[in-house]
């Protein structure tokens, strides 16, 4: 078992930035491969990025990349998302997922991660 927490969510204004934290506890965090995803009312979730077990790779969806950032440190058990250039589209429950399979295809497929944590707000105003 892993459980996640998420962080760091709050109302930005079109323009701002925001860092989410996603803190793991339970098995070896770094055995996993941690993602990204958001779900805005009315929709279905979406994935937003990805990153490997050591952090050298990384993937982003066409509409947040160039903006976005995920990176983690696994000596913190804790996986970040540096958000800048926030638009109103942005507006979700964010949430953050680990992957015990280093190599999941489709690596935006929310069915691939087997862990979740329970979402935080983020809002931006335009």
């Known amino acids: 078992q892993v459980q996640l927490v998420e962080s760091g969510g709050g109302l930005v204004q079109a323009g701002g930035s925001l860092r989410l934290s996603c803190a793991a506890s339970?098995?070896?965090?770094?055995?996993?491969?941690m993602g990204w995803f958001r779900q805005a009312p009315g929709k279905e979730r979406e994935f937003v990025s990805r990153i490997s077990w050591g952090g050298r790779t990384t993937v982003y969806a066409d509409s947040v990349k160039g903006r976005f950032t995920v990176f983690r440190d696994n000596a913190k058990n804790t996986v970040y998302l540096q958000m800048n250039s926030l638009k109103p589209e942005d507006t979700a429950v964010y949430y953050c997922?680990?992957?015990?399979?280093?190599?999941?295809?489709?690596?935006?497929?929310?069915?691939?991660?087997?862990?979740w944590g329970q979402g935080t707000q983020v809002t931006v105003s335009s």
């Open positions: 997922a680990a992957d015990p399979i280093a190599n999941s295809h489709p690596y935006f497929d929310a069915g691939k991660y087997d862990y």
């Open positions: 339970g098995r070896t965090f770094s055995n996993y491969a």
